[in-house]
Each structure stands twice: as C-alpha cells, then as structure tokens.
C-alpha cells in the first residue's frame, strides 16, 4: 500500500523556558492486527472504558480488516523510534472516511495528534475520499479543540448536511447530536 509517510520525518518540538527539545516523528502503515498496532488499539479501548464506562449501544466499529486496504489504511506514530500513537481511517461510504486517531497520554500536547490527523487526511485523498468524520465525546476536550482547530464541526448523522463555510480548505456541515459529536469535513 502507498502511503503518506514523509520522506525525511517530521520533526516537532516543544519549548520549555529556554530549553527545546526536538523530536523525530515518523509515520508508518501498520496492519491494524498487528503490533505495535494492537497494543496501542488496546490502550485506546482502555482509555476509552476509564472515560466513558461501558456505555450502552457499545462503541463505533473500526475492525482490522476496515482500516486496511483497499478502502482504508492504519498508521503509527513513531517518535524517536517509540511507537506513540497510531490511528486508522476506513470507508463510510463512496466519498466518506472516518478516521479514528490516539496518542499515549505521555506524547500529547506536543503537535503529534495534529501531524497524525493530517497524515490520516492526505492519505484519504489519496484513497479518493472526498470527506473525512470522526467521532469524539465530551469527556474528552483535548480531542474536540484539536478536531476543532483542524477545521471539523459537529454534525447529525443525517446523509445530506447542511454546508457552512470554507474553514482551513475545508467545507464543513454544522448540526448537532446528543451524546457524540460527529466531526466532518470536506478534503477537497
């Protein structure tokens, strides 16, 4: 499978005083069933059931077999050679990808979440998908103000949204729904 790693890894860093601290980040395709893949998966269940319980109706699916070709693809992020994060996108429908994104709580805030969401984007386009979702809840703030400043907006799950505005080169439906907010956006 082709995919959206960089050719030199991305570097990103963190400055703490007077100190900065610069980190080699790269991206690459996993089989979602496969480690380091299925441990970080677990670790996202697990944080998932810390957060929310065992909430009725279960969780959205995201199987292995839908984040892997030739409708969908699985990343890892890899800092210095750590695995720190890892997340998927499989196909809703003909024009729709909905990505599902984590990052160990020990490599958050630092810009990675943000260079994951974009890899998972471009390869989305790649695989000729016209719109990206994602779902997260409100017990999780973190992951709604960077969703949010990527350009995603809460949606229904109504098949034809309503267009806002072009935001960060995307057209983004607004609506609402009650107990998830479903993000979308357009890649073109």
Known sequence: MASTVPEAPLQTGVTAGTVSIKVIV???PVRADREPARSLIAATLAEYHRIYGNPRGGTPSATAAEMGPPEGAFLVAYEDGRP???GGLKRLD????EIKLYVV???RSRGLGRSLLSALEEEARRLGYRRARLDTGARQPYAR???GSAGYVAISDRLQPK?????????????????????DAILD
Do not use: H, I, K, Q
């Not at 003909?94 to 990808?97: C, F, I, P, V, W």
């Not at 267009?163 to 993000?183: D, N, Q, Y």
């Open 26 to 28: 790269e991206f690459r």
């Open 163 to 183: 267009p806002v505005r072009p935001l960060l080169g995307r057209e983004a439906p607004l609506c609402s729904r009650a107990t998830r907010t479903r993000r």
């Open 145 to 147: 103000t960077l969703y």
């Open 94 to 97: 003909d024009e729709t990808a």
């Open 105 to 107: 709580p020990e490599a």
């Open 84 to 86: 720190v994060g890892c």
